[in-house]
Every structure is written in structure tokens, then in C-alpha cells.
């Protein structure tokens, strides 16, 4: 396996440990007899993740991302695209956003609707990719495609801080602000992704 793959890799492995930094431990794990003897300790963990986690998983989110371009480079670079990071790569951004997402939602930083409309325009543009291989042809990625990635990753590492630093300086809720014009990037990139590649659904058939 060659280093793209292993760092695209990496990032769907990022992907769990993410989540155990930043979900606590649920309720009924906690009154579960069985754990009885652990649950001083599952506590602590809980204690320490609702007032941590958020901080570390913004670390781990951020060196899962960085990985992104990063493996896409070295493939192009050292003429090591393969089929399987044409497969993988996308599966594991789209993993990584929506494991934020819905840790967000769950933890009360999200509204439901902006998980639901990013996430939902992911399986759009995935399954119009898929129509399109089906037919030989190759959907590139947009400059609003890029602009939307952008958006996201700068609104969900703020949402994850809390706004850090900007909260010692000003109350000013950026990542809401950040969210929303994220969600408006996703929107605008799934409607161009559309409207340029109209012709590969075919409504008459």
C-alpha cells in the first residue's frame, strides 16, 4: 500500500477516536450493573470529555483534515493514484465531516437542519458521481466544491473551540455565522454540481 493510501487511511481511523474523545460515556452504560465497579471512573471520563473534548477532538479533526489534501498531493506528485484512493479518499472525508457533524448535534452546538442539509448534499453529489462513472464519465470537483470543504472544516473546528480565542476578545458567536455560511456553500456547490452535469440524469428514463 502506497503512503497516499495509508493517509487517506488514517483518517478514517481518526474517525473512532474522534468520536471517543468527544461523545460521553451514555447514561445507561453508567447505570449498567455490570460496569458498576467502573462507574466512579466512567465519571471521571465524562467529567473530563464534557469539559475537554471538545479541545483535543478539534485537534484530532484538524490533523485528520490536514490529511485530505495532503494524500491527494503525494498521489499526484508520485504518480500513485489507484483505484482504491479514488474510492477511499472521498468515503473518508465524508466520514470524518459527518462524525463531527452529528457529534455537534448531539453534544446541543448544531441545529439538526445544517447536519442534515451538508450531509444530505453528500449523498446527492456522491450518487450523481456514481450515476456518472456508470457512464464512463468523471465528475471533477468544483472551485464552489472546494469552497464548501473550506467553509465546513473552518465552521466545525470553531463550533468545536467554542470559539476560542475570539471569545477572550468579543461575545461574538462566529461559529454559528460560520455554520450558516457553510450551509449556504453546500447548498450553492450541490445545486452547480447539478445544473453542470444536468445531462447525466436523464428525467425521461
Given at each position: 500500500?502506497?503512503?497516499?493510501?495509508?493517509?487517506?487511511?488514517?483518517?478514517?481511523?481518526?474517525?473512532?477516536?474522534?468520536?471517543?474523545?468527544?461523545?460521553?460515556?451514555?447514561?445507561?452504560?453508567?447505570?449498567?450493573?455490570?460496569?458498576?465497579f467502573m462507574r466512579p471512573q466512567m465519571y471521571y471520563i465524562n467529567d473530563f470529555i464534557l469539559n475537554y473534548g471538545n479541545y483535543i477532538a478539534a485537534l484530532v479533526f484538524i490533523i485528520a483534515a490536514s490529511t485530505d489534501g495532503l494524500d491527494g498531493y503525494i498521489a499526484r506528485k508520485r504518480q500513485q493514484i489507484t483505484r482504491f484512493g479514488k474510492f477511499l479518499d472521498p468515503i473518508a472525508d465524508k466520514l470524518l465531516v459527518a462524525a463531527a457533524l452529528i457529534a455537534l448535534v448531539e453534544r446541543g452546538d448544531l441545529t439538526s437542519w445544517a447536519a442534515t442539509v451538508i450531509i444530505g448534499r453528500e449523498f446527492i453529489v456522491t450518487g450523481l458521481r456514481l450515476v456518472a462513472a456508470g457512464e464512463g464519465m468523471v465528475i471533477a470537483a468544483s472551485k464552489w466544491g472546494k469552497i464548501k470543504t473550506v467553509t465546513q472544516m473552518v465552521a466545525i473546528i470553531a463550533a468545536l473551540i467554542k470559539n476560542y480565542p475570539i471569545t477572550f476578545f468579543v461575545d461574538f458567536?462566529?461559529?454559528?455565522?460560520?455554520?450558516?455560511?457553510?450551509?449556504?456553500?453546500?447548498?450553492?456547490?450541490?445545486?452547480?454540481?447539478?445544473?453542470?452535469?444536468?445531462?447525466?440524469?436523464?428525467?425521461?428514463?
Open positions: 500500500m502506497n503512503l497516499p493510501n495509508k493517509l487517506t487511511l488514517s483518517r478514517i481511523f481518526l474517525v473512532p477516536v474522534f468520536m471517543l474523545i468527544i461523545i460521553p460515556i451514555p447514561t445507561w452504560v453508567l447505570n449498567s450493573s455490570i460496569l458498576g458567536p462566529f461559529d454559528r455565522y460560520a455554520m450558516f455560511a457553510a450551509v449556504l456553500a453546500t447548498i450553492y456547490s450541490g445545486y452547480e454540481y447539478i445544473v453542470i452535469n444536468k445531462d447525466v440524469i436523464d428525467f425521461n428514463k
